[in-house]
């Protein structure tokens, strides 16, 4: 049977490459291009670029599109909301949506207690907010975040950032009273305790001895996890170690913000990563695939927290852009009528089995992980030495876009694929993006 990839030219084509000439005069070089290709249309996971080619997008605009491009609520929930007002500044005079939005993210985060919810326009302006009112709220000053983490390109963004090239070189200076503590990143932990399921950082007794080689926990506002490390790798949290994080947050008086920006809205097989563990955040960031391609982040958590801050001292001319909030309740009605989350962790159990069925024959998979369908491998030269393989991880990616799938890296050692595929892929789609994947990665070893 005919898939659905059809390349009609060698990519880039010539549309594409004068696109890409414009581009180059008119946009700086410090915005990444991970492919060469001018889109002109997108639906469910399939894009088409200018000369005509079909590729599948098993980036999904880096995770935006959880819902599928162009899902028809939302297409449709956004032409509605067009026939009425596309701006009033919720600020100013305040409309239903956005309000309707905050009840939903309200009710569908997890914890039961007294939440509140406001917008704002990308995912580091929600990471700022969020830590702005927590230090609000606690009076203190000090925020720790963690090694591989990503949490945006603003200033706090980058100065939580643990990736210093590209995010961070020549930045600098970076806020004051950031402090980075490891990560439990398994595939890479040394300990000698390590067994499986069981974390070695995960005690009270480590948690105190990190701390107090960086920062009195008594000065902390809060700690900021992203429960699966999204950009610095797809490393999920160890079930054991996110409990003792929130026991000593608790004991301390530290606000635990769990940033699901990348987590969140079905992808690793639940609505919002947290619930894997059973633990209550104070605060929850999110944006990507919150409103199915439409720019939007919120910060959601307990409504003592978020009302410490006086009025005028949260929002902004543009958050919960009407449009965006349509859209996004479009998203939450399809995610729960088409139970987006229990399709994610299918397709995580496809995609996995798939990467783990390749490890058997190909010794650079060091590590195939993730959470539902938040799922990666880690290329290595050699599973003895770990050594990164970042050259083949470059090379896969292009012999994959070579025949017509979109992939995406990911880690602070850059040698991680990552799928990011809408989640309303068709089974045959997916199958016919995975088998390209396959023969990209034998080409790729040569
Ligand atoms: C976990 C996480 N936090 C924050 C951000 C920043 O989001 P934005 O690019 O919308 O500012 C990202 C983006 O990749 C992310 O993955």
């Not at 991680?416 to 989640?423: D, E, K, Q």
């Amino acid at each position: 049977m005919a898939g659905v990839i059809s390349l009609v030219t060698p990519l880039p084509g010539p549309r594409s490459q004068a696109l890409a000439a414009r581009r180059a005069k008119a946009v700086p070089r410090g915005v990444p291009a991970t492919t060469p290709l001018a889109i002109v249309h997108a639906e469910n996971a399939v894009v088409t670029d200018a000369d005509g080619n079909r590729l599948i997008d098993f980036g999904g605009g880096i995770g935006v599109v959880n819902s599928g491009h162009r899902h028809p609520r939302v297409v449709a929930a956004v032409q509605e909301q067009l026939e009425h007002f596309t701006h009033v500044c919720f600020p100013v005079s305040m409309y239903e949506p956005y309000i309707a939005l905050a009840e939903k993210l309200n009710a569908l985060t997890p914890g039961t207690h007294e939440k509140r919810t406001f917008f704002v326009n990308s995912g580091a302006e929600a990471v700022e907010n969020a830590i702005k009112a927590a230090r609000r709220f606690t009076g203190r000053q000090a925020i720790v975040c963690y090694e591989h983490g990503f949490h945006g390109r603003t200033y706090l963004g980058m100065s939580l950032a643990s990736k210093v090239n590209p995010y961070k070189l020549g930045f600098g200076p970076f806020m004051p009273e950031v402090y980075r503590i490891p990560f439990p990143y398994c595939y890479r932990c040394d300990s000698v305790k390590k067994t499986p399921g069981s974390c070695c950082m995960a005690s009270k007794a480590a948690m105190e001895q990190h701390f107090a080689s960086i920062v009195d926990p008594g000065s902390v506002a809060c700690v900021i996890i992203e429960p699966e490390i999204g950009e610095g790798g797809f490393m999920p949290v160890p079930v054991d170690y996110m409990v003792a994080l929130r026991e000593f947050c608790t004991a301390h008086g530290i606000l635990l913000i769990a940033d699901e920006i990348q987590t969140g809205f079905g992808r690793t097989g639940k609505m919002f990563a947290m619930e894997h563990y059973d633990v209550v955040p104070d605060l929850i960031t999110t944006a990507k695939s919150l409103a199915g391609g439409l720019p939007l982040a919120a910060v959601t958590g307990r409504a003592d927290v978020l009302d410490a801050a006086q009025p005028g001292g949260l929002g902004g001319t543009y958050g919960g852009n009407p449009l965006a909030c349509a859209a996004a309740l479009a998203v939450l009605d399809a995610m729960a009528e088409e139970n987006i989350p229990a399709r994610a962790a299918a397709l995580g159990e496809t995609i996995r089995d798939r990467f783990s069925g390749w490890a058997e024959s190909v010794p650079e998979i060091g590590d195939v992980r993730g959470l539902g369908a938040m799922v990666a491998i880690e290329l290595v030269k050699d599973r003895a030495s770990k050594a990164p393989a970042k050259e083949l991880t470059g090379k896969l990616q292009a012999e994959a876009l070579k025949r017509g799938v979109i992939l995406l890296s990911a880690g602070t050692l850059g040698n991680v694929i990552r799928v990011l595929v809408p989640l309303t892929v068709e089974d045959a789609v997916l199958e016919e993006g995975l088998a390209v994947m396959e023969a990209a990665l034998k080409a790729a070893r040569g």
